[in-house]
């Protein structure tokens, strides 16, 4: 089985991010191709022919093409389940339905907060500039959902995807000095000193 992550030539993407979390976590062997998303070449053939969306992350197993992060790791734990792969989402099916939930939101809503706290400022120029007030909503909208779910070491007893992307979430407040509770503070810390997390933040390293 062959497996190429293209991600984009920054390492800054938290979709991207989630995906090589995801591959890392599986064990499932992967290379990488970076792409230059300023230069748009996302946008034109052949990429954009290969990739449905033409977005990154994308994910080409055994030729098969994929992209949007959420459905490649929903693909990948039923490709690869457990137990003989590490499960990427609750087993439970409400729990697995909540993480889904969650991922969407991540991804889907919050965008005054997700532009002010881009995650360029979380991995190479934290900002000082105050949040809007429409992004400070959206704060505490995380900062309320996070509270009700996080319960100890994860979310739902142990380690999932879901995990992976909400502490990038939290992250972005975090890094940038905005006010997180310690409880939360020290869950997303918790969740960025993960091997799987911690290899991606090495791309960022210089060489």
């Known amino acids: 089985m062959s497996f190429k992550l293209v991600v984009d030539s920054l390492f800054a993407s938290p979709y991207a ?10 064990g499932l062997p992967f290379s990488l191709e970076t792409m230059d998303l300023e230069a748009g070449v996302h946008r034109r053939p052949p990429y954009r022919d290969l990739a ?5 992350p994308a994910l080409v197993h055994d030729g098969f093409v994929l992209t949007e992060s959420s459905a ?24 697995r339905a909540r993480a889904r939930q969650l991922q969407g939101w991540l991804r889907s809503g ?6 002010e706290r881009d995650t360029e400022s979380v991995f190479f120029r934290p900002t000082n ?23 100890g070491a994860h ?3 142990q380690w999932s995807i879901a995990d992976t992307d909400l502490a990038m979430m939290l992250q972005r407040l ?6 997180v509770p ?4 020290d869950y997303a810390d918790a969740q960025w000193q993960r091997p799987s997390v911690q290899r991606w933040l090495a791309h960022h390293q210089p060489n």
């Open 129 to 151: 500039v105050p949040l809007s007030a429409e992004a400070q909503l959206c704060a505490d909208q995380v900062i309320r959902a996070a509270e009700q779910l996080v319960d």
């Open 17 to 26: 991010m989630s995906v090589y979390v995801a591959l890392t976590e599986k």
């Open 174 to 179: 975090i890094v940038n000095g905005d006010p």
């Open 72 to 95: 490649i790791t929903e693909y990948l734990d039923e490709a690869f389940p457990a137990p003989q792969y590490t499960a990427l989402y609750p087993q439970e099916i409400h729990r």
């Open 182 to 185: 310690p409880r939360l503070r």
């Open 52 to 56: 449905l969306t033409g977005r990154i």
């Open 155 to 157: 979310l739902f007893g």
């Open 110 to 115: 919050l965008m005054p907060l997700r532009v």
